[in-house]
């Protein structure tokens, strides 16, 4: 990373500040905020250093939300919602935590040597693929084919963009900070633009003469070649060229107008409440990073420098008019709160965010590793779906992620079996085989009006088991709305999930389908992010802490699916 040495050492914060030009390693740290290598430093980086930490208002543990101090409902609560604040609605960033698919120690064994075939049905970005390639044991030496698929053609081309940084690089350092900026910072380096508008740029450009003379609505495929991996994207010809245009800042865009531009849809006033209440849910270090995120949009530690980030990321801004993510998005939400916490790291022990930067980098080198060490040909794809069988050949999958079009307001978990299930091998070819299904809103549907009146009561009750309840400030006191916010951590989502599949006829679906769904799974969690401990074990009001102030609800369901 741009604010690493190469011993992966974070720079002192006092680099590129006030005129400075500290190089040595960042080791003593502040209580919240920055690392230095020393107090000379500190003090000549103070005029910053006391704005982000003495002078921050939200590193002050008696913090309350704007709508509190003014005595005013908050807009979340009355009023016009401003639910679809950004119509753009754009997802480059996944809004639940990455899993590796394959977790082959606990189904076909470390050492699983057959090939393997993985489709990830409406991938989103890329996450759960990284997690998976990066936790494949050593002794694992299968081929592999890995189909990503998204209805969307930008987040299927900052894909590719993505896997081509990974493949073209041979230093794994390199090629992790150009995927972490690509992917998750608003504004990149010039060494990085250089790579986008060069070796990006130029296999991008040879497929674009190649269809100058086609109809817009061509598709066309093309593989490249690295060695013993391989890439194919296949795209339709408008989309080859909105793809060559991502790589280039669009004309006319400063620096200075793409983040206006940013922050009036990131620190827009009209949602202050909505930030309010999320960052009242978190701890003061939290909040203040994730501000800090916002203010500047690039994913460094809270201290570290960011001078060097001085070109409007060109596969996000991809206008002079518009930001294309809704306001809450967030790169933590791809990621395990609970493991950003604790990851070993030289970023301080308050900054989320720089400790995420560290994740990240620890778990893409791993991927980069796996990639310069393994067979593997993937396959980018562009279509709805339920067309997937049209597009994957003769190939059949060992693992299957559809992400949560099994939802009932998109596919719904009928038709996911019924398009994707044949694309599943059989126990026969292999007994692992699964389908991996993801509910978001299963428990929200069930738990309707009449639901909620029943477990009101119950619900808070056991809230405060887990906080600290404390007497009201005034009407719209930030603790009770909170505290309200957190009884679907603590809701029977047993319960509320048996009474969707009965409204779902999910029995009738394993008849239909010759399909069943595993009662013990074998790769992640049936509940992963529900509060695991009860109130009265030790860490348990941490571990509720921690889900509250992460912006998950708990009621996050997976299903496995295999053959029968």
């Given at each position: 990373m741009a604010t690493m040495l190469l011993d992966g050492s974070l720079i002192c914060a006092n680099s590129g500040h006030d005129g400075s030009t500290c190089t040595q390693a960042g080791k003593f740290e502040c209580n919240y905020c920055h690392l230095y290598c020393g107090k000379n430093c500190q003090k000549a980086h103070w005029k910053t250093h006391i704005r982000d930490c003495r002078k921050n208002p939200l590193l002050d543990p008696n913090w309350r939300p704007a709508w509190e101090t003014e005595n005013r409902e908050p807009a979340f609560m009355g009023g016009p919602r401003l639910q679809h604040f950004n119509f753009k609605k754009k997802y480059p960033w996944g809004n639940m935590p990455a899993f590796d698919v394959l977790n082959l120690a606990g189904n076909e064994g470390a050492n699983y040597n057959r090939d393997l075939n993985l489709l990830f049905a409406a991938s989103g970005d890329i996450r759960n693929c990284v997690m998976t390639l990066a936790s494949i044991p050593d002794g694992c030496k299968s081929h592999m084919k890995v189909f990503l698929n998204d209805r969307d053609a930008d987040v299927v081309g900052r894909n590719a963009i993505i896997l081509l940084l990974a493949l073209i690089e041979d230093d794994a350092n390199v090629a992790a900070d150009n995927i972490i900026h690509l992917w998750y910072s608003s504004f990149i380096s010039q060494s990085l633009y250089d790579t986008l508008n060069g070796k990006i740029r130029q296999l991008v450009q040879e497929v674009c003469k190649k269809i100058e003379g086609k109809a817009s609505g061509t598709v066309l495929g093309k593989t490249w070649t690295f060695g013993s991996r391989s890439l194919r994207l296949v795209l339709a010809k408008n989309q080859w060229l909105e793809l060559l245009a991502s790589l280039e800042v669009p004309r006319g865009l400063t620096a200075e107008r793409a983040q206006d531009i940013r922050r009036s849809v990131a620190l827009a006033p009209e949602r202050v409440d909505f930030r309010h209440r999320r960052y009242f849910a978190q701890p003061p270090g939290?909040?203040?990073?994730?501000?800090?995120?916002?203010?500047?949009?690039?994913?460094?530690?809270?201290?570290?420098?960011?001078?060097?980030?001085?070109?409007?990321?060109?596969?996000?801004?991809?206008?002079?008019?518009?930001?294309?993510?809704?306001?809450?998005?967030?790169?933590?939400?791809?990621?395990?709160?609970?493991?950003?916490?604790?990851?070993?790291?030289?970023?301080?022990?308050?900054?989320?965010?720089?400790?995420?930067?560290?994740?990240?980098?620890?778990?893409?080198?791993?991927?980069?590793?796996?990639?310069?060490?393994?067979?593997?040909?993937?396959?980018?794809?562009?279509?709805?779906?339920?067309?997937?069988?049209?597009?994957?050949?003769?190939?059949?999958?060992?693992?299957?992620?559809?992400?949560?079009?099994?939802?009932?307001?998109?596919?719904?978990?009928?038709?996911?079996?019924?398009?994707?299930?044949?694309?599943?091998?059989?126990?026969?070819?292999?007994?692992?085989?699964?389908?991996?299904?993801?509910?978001?809103?299963?428990?929200?549907?069930?738990?309707?009006?009449?639901?909620?009146?029943?477990?009101?009561?119950?619900?808070?009750?056991?809230?405060?088991?887990?906080?600290?309840?404390?007497?009201?400030?005034?009407?719209?006191?930030?603790?009770i709305i909170v505290s309200d916010i957190a009884t679907q951590q603590v809701r029977d989502v047993d319960k509320y999930f048996d009474m969707y599949m009965k409204l779902h006829h999910f029995d009738m679906l394993c008849e239909l389908s010759g399909m069943e769904f595993k009662r013990k799974p074998t790769i992640i969690e049936a509940w992963p992010l529900k509060v695991k401990k009860r109130p009265h074990q030790k860490g348990a009001k941490e571990e509720f802490a921690t889900l509250l102030s992460s912006g998950d609800s708990g009621c996050e369901r997976y299903m496995e699916w295999r053959f029968k």
């Open positions: 939290g909040r203040a990073s994730a501000e800090k995120f916002r203010e500047h949009g690039i994913l460094v530690p809270f201290g570290a420098p960011r001078n060097s980030f001085t070109i409007p990321n060109p596969t996000l801004f991809r206008d002079t008019e518009s930001w294309p993510l809704k306001d809450d998005a967030d790169p933590i939400n791809g990621y395990r709160l609970d493991k950003i916490k604790v990851f070993p790291c030289d970023a301080p022990a308050n900054d989320l965010y720089g400790k995420l930067s560290f994740l990240l980098k620890d778990l893409i080198t791993r991927f980069h590793r796996r990639l310069q060490n393994s067979n593997i040909q993937f396959h980018l794809l562009n279509v709805n779906a339920q067309d997937l069988q049209n597009y994957t050949g003769q190939v059949m999958f060992d693992r299957i992620e559809v992400a949560n079009i099994t939802d009932a307001g998109y596919l719904g978990m009928g038709q996911t079996l019924l398009y994707m299930g044949p694309l599943l091998k059989q126990p026969s070819d292999n007994r692992h085989a699964t389908l991996v299904a993801l509910f978001l809103n299963a428990v929200d549907e069930i738990f309707d009006d009449s639901e909620k009146r029943k477990a009101i009561s119950r619900d808070i009750q056991e809230v405060w088991k887990y906080m600290d309840p404390k007497p009201p400030t005034g009407p719209y006191d930030a603790g």
